[in-house]
């Protein structure tokens, strides 16, 4: 029943990860020694599927629930609701939200993660090759022997070239760009399908931002590697992303193909994000941002929609009705909105 | 734009240079820098990390740490040089003539003490006056930036992100200062917190006519900001005009990559430009121009000559040796 092995011929037809109805809640305690009665909701039961071979973009504000879905979708953070289908194409898809011990371990082998911040995300007392070498070490993925000369592989597959003068340096002996760009190579070693790239580029200067940007386009295609790409910033998701999914307070609001969602926007959210965006041309004037005030609290938040207290458009309806539920609106793409 | 630059400069430096002492030599972070700000005119200083755009900052407020120091140029704030004044004269005009809002507004102010005590205490130490004039100014500055004035006697952490760098700007207003200097002071928010900040920032600036010098690693928060941009690189401004030249018709190869690198969510996708290469070390920066090891146009001459100054207009040049057709 699987067809053939991964790659990018198979977009289109079963897709790599399905989540249905994911949620994460902290429980909070509103004092030392009592139990914990609120909590926050972080992601609120969020569905989407990613393709093979796709690059997916999450895209909202600080405490939107965008890292915590990446950190549950490789499974650094349990889920308290919800699934999430991995396929990947070697037999049924499996529910990683389940996984203990050995089939846990086989799943990291295949899903990686890339974080934010290459200062803090290097140990600054391993060399260059120790740190890269780890996953192959952990997994058991090749003899020793081979180690040195698969890291030399990966190093310069990176743009880390000759490997030989990175090998054994430290972090601090390089820039920010040389440094993200060996945590994607620690990322990739072990040949992961999966990878979630949380703001891999947000830390680091223009001028070098687009290398590594280039450089994880082509590694995807050359390995076949699908991103949930996350970022903060709309510019950069339309060039990385060929979909996104907005979200708000721990809820998808819009999803779609990428520039059907930022050039023709339906949420009102994803109105006021896209106008607050400053433009590069000082003869631009911008649509004025038509929201007030700041994000409100995911801390037990009312079952009504959660754009409700700051929406320009809500009305009656908006407020004694559930979150709405994303529906397909505009150019294709999908809007929790009742307004829309 | 406004047309109030062309009086007298509030500020005029020249041939600034700011060096930190290291054990392994000096850093070179600002080198013969010279520019001028108009009474309220709005500067851009763009560049990457460790281009010394915070430096520059930090050397005009004389705010350097143990290992900075002045090596040469001047400091002219309204004709009077700040450069070789003591930290005791200093602060005369510290505060009172020229301000700061830092990025970092949140870890700017003291825990332990509410938002409205420490305007208060700048107040108290800059400008002599009664406890009831300082919370009536208080109150006025808090409505000059949006806060709501019932959050006076609350403490830092009860602030959110933006309200905290509103905070940051009103404390930097207090004194009403003839220049402030802004140093990226919305790199740490969201952008719709930072479209709000940055709108109040501008009329702020124009209703007390205030000189401003905005310092930014983003060109499209610069274009809405400046009138005038000064692009850095290692340690030196390499470009300067007003805002609309240099976004149009930029003269030196780097304006023009970073220009091109940044992308852009509305309007044509566009190939992003890259650079090759790292940032230069500025202990032992490049010899000629700085810019060479990365500069596509670079020729013999780049590597062994400072780069001369090139004028497209009155108020636009650049410093290279092969500037692009303005």
């Known amino acids: 029943m699987a067809v053939a092995d991964t790659g990018v011929t198979e977009v289109g037809t079963r897709p790599l990860i399905k989540v249905e109805g994911l949620e994460k ?45 990446g950190r549950l979708l490789v499974r650094l953070a349990e889920p308290t609701g919800g699934h999430v289908l991995f396929d990947d194409g070697e037999g049924a898809a499996t529910d990683i939200t389940t996984l203990r011990g050995e089939e846990l371990k086989s799943f990291r082998r295949k899903a990686q993660m890339i974080f934010q911040d290459p200062y803090e995300s290097l140990n600054p007392r391993r060399t260059i090759f120790d740190t890269v ?29 000759p490997p030989a003068t990175y090998l054994f340096r430290y972090p601090h002996e390089l820039s920010g760009g040389q440094r993200q760009r060996v945590a994607i190579a620690r990322a990739l070693i072990i040949e992961p399908i999966f990878v979630v790239a949380d703001e891999p580029t947000s830390m680091l200067d223009v001028s ?41 307070l721990g809820k998808i609001v819009e999803m779609g193909d990428t520039e059907a969602v930022l050039q023709h926007p339906k949420h009102p959210y994803t109105q006021a994000l896209l106008s607050a965006v400053p433009i590069p041309d000082p003869t631009a004037t911008r649509a004025p941002v038509q929201i007030t005030g700041g994000v409100a609290t995911p801390l037990d938040p009312p079952p009504r929609c959660r754009f409700y207290s700051r929406c320009p458009i809500a009305d009656d309806f908006c407020r004694d009705n559930p979150h709405p539920p994303l529906e397909t609106k505009g150019d294709g793409q999908r809007v929790a909105c009742y307004n829309a | 734009m406004s047309n109030q630059s062309t009086s007298a ?18 850093v070179k972070a600002v080198d013969g820098v010279s520019f001028a700000v108009g009474r309220g005119e709005s500067v851009g200083l763009v560049g990457e990390s460790g281009c010394g755009k915070s430096s520059i900052a930090m050397t005009l407020l004389k705010l350097l740490p143990e290992n900075g120091r002045i090596v040469g140029g001047k400091i002219l704030l309204d004709g009077t040089d700040l450069a070789p004044l003591s930290e005791d004269q200093m602060r005369t005009h510290r505060w009172n003539r020229i301000a700061m809002v830092f990025q970092a507004a949140m870890n700017s102010f003291n825990p332990v003490y509410t938002v409205g005590d420490q305007i208060i205490e700048a107040l108290e130490v800059h400008i002599e006056t009664s406890p009831d004039v300082s919370m009536e100014r ?16 609350r403490y830092p952490h009860e602030y959110s992100g933006g309200m905290k760098q509103r905070a940051g700007i009103a404390m930097a207003l207090a004194c009403e200062p003839d220049l402030l200097i802004a140093d990226e002071p919305t790199t740490a928010l969201d952008v719709i917190v930072q479209d709000r900040i940055l709108k109040e920032l501008r009329d702020v600036q124009q209703a007390l006519n205030m000189s401003l010098i905005y310092i930014s690693h983003d060109m499209a928060v610069i274009a809405e900001v400046s009138h005038t941009v000064g692009v850095m690189y290692a340690g030196r401004i390499v470009e300067w005009g007003e805002t609309v030249d240099i976004f149009r018709n930029p003269m030196h190869p780097y304006t023009q990559t970073l220009m091109s690198a940044f992308p852009s969510v509305t309007g044509p996708k566009h190939e992003l430009a890259m650079l090759g290469g790292e940032p230069p070390n500025l202990l032992n920066p490049p010899s000629g121009c700085r810019f060479h090891p990365r500069c596509p146009y670079a020729t013999d001459v780049c590597k062994s000559a400072e780069p001369p100054r090139v004028e497209g207009s009155d108020t636009h040049w650049a410093a290279c040796w092969h500037p692009l057709e303005a």
């Not at chain 1, 070498?133 to 070239?161: F, I, N, Y």
């Not at chain 2, 208080?138 to 006697?153: Q, T």
């Open chain 1, 25 to 69: 809640r902290f429980p909070v305690a509103s004092h030392w020694f009592r139990r914990s009665h609120s909590s926050v909701h972080a992601v609120d039961g969020i569905s989407f599927e990613l393709a093979r071979g796709e690059s997916f973009g999450l895209v909202g504000e600080s405490g939107c629930g965008k890292t915590t879905t």
């Open chain 2, 9 to 26: 400069p509030v500020l005029r430096v020249e041939d600034l240079g700011m060096y930190y002492g290291t054990r392994s030599g000096d």
């Open chain 1, 208 to 248: 070098i931002r687009t290398g590594v940007m280039n450089l994880m386009e082509s590694l995807a295609e050359r390995l076949g590697i699908s991103y949930l790409y996350i970022t903060h910033d709309l510019a950069v998701a339309r060039y990385m992303c060929s979909r996104i999914a907005v979200m708000y």
């Open chain 2, 138 to 153: 208080v109150r006025e500055l808090f409505e000059l930036v949006s806060l709501d004035p019932g959050f006076i006697g």
């Open chain 1, 133 to 161: 070498a780890e996953p192959l070490k952990v997994q058991d993925a090749c003899p020793p022997l081979e180690r040195l000369d698969r890291v030399s592989r990966m190093l310069e597959m990176v743009g880390l070239s």
